[in-house]
T-cell receptor, first 115, second 111 residues
């Protein structure tokens, strides 16, 4: 059973460029999450999918951020017109729909540095 | 709004010196409380899920407990390899399945 896979692991980009991250969840996990984490902080929720439907999006999320999950499998997170404040680790997580507590499992993260 | 506060922010222990990390939470109907371990530059690694007050779970030198207001992660006779940041998260009941995380406790265990 492979874990959550994220690509690329590291990305350095110039301010104003667009970047895209990909996440492949654990097989058969129907819920997929994106979080952002900066140094010394806990993961901060960005958005959440159940199958292909984007059910929630953080109020703090800029319009420059967009996420998709076509066919309910992998997901992409795109950041347009990157700013230095976007530098962070972007974490993807997935979980399986159950009746009990919804444990989410994280990937290794994608580091973004905007210069 | 769900809130999670972890203390202390940082903890230094000598190898073998047992201690506890605290996670205080405010949530509307707890669905689950989660503990994760995070090594530098890596994603959080799942440790435990607790569902109701009084529940306890153990894994090697770690033991997690839960009350109606807080959770403790007890570390017994820690080793240097236990050094990491430990994250706590809560998930409320109802239709939302989004865990809210605390800022974590950075643990360093000296040999």
């Amino acid at each position: 059973d492979t874990g959550v896979s994220q690509d690329p692991r590291h990305k350095i980009t110039k301010r104003g460029q667009n970047v895209t991250f990909r996440c492949d969840p654990i097989s058969e996990h129907n819920r997929l999450y994106w979080y952002r984490q900066t140094l010394g902080q806990g993961p901060e929720f960005l958005t959440y999918f159940q199958n292909e439907a984007q059910l929630e999006k953080s109020r703090l999320l800029s319009d420059r951020f967009s996420a998709e999950r076509p066919k309910g499998s992998f997901s992409t997170l795109e950041i347009q017109r990157t700013e230095q404040g976007d530098s962070a680790m972007y974490l993807c997580a997935s979980s399986h729909k159950t009746g009990a507590g919804n444990t989410i499992y994280f990937g290794e993260g994608s580091w973004l540095t905007v210069v | 709004e769900d809130q999670v506060t972890q203390s202390p922010e940082a903890l230094r222990l000598q190898e073998g010196e047992s201690s506890s990390l605290n996670c205080s939470y405010t949530v509307s109907g707890l669905r689950g409380l989660f503990w994760y371990r995070q090594d530098p530059g890596k994603g959080p690694e799942f440790l435990f899920t607790l569902y109701s007050a009084g529940e306890e779970k153990e894994k090697e030198r770690l033991k997690a407990t839960l009350t109606k207001k807080e959770s403790f992660l007890h570390i017994t006779a820690p080793k240097p390899e236990d050094s990491a940041t430990y994250l706590c998260a809560v998930q409320a009941g109802g239709g939302s399945y989004i865990p809210t995380f605390g800022r974590g406790t950075s643990l360093i265990v000296h040999p």
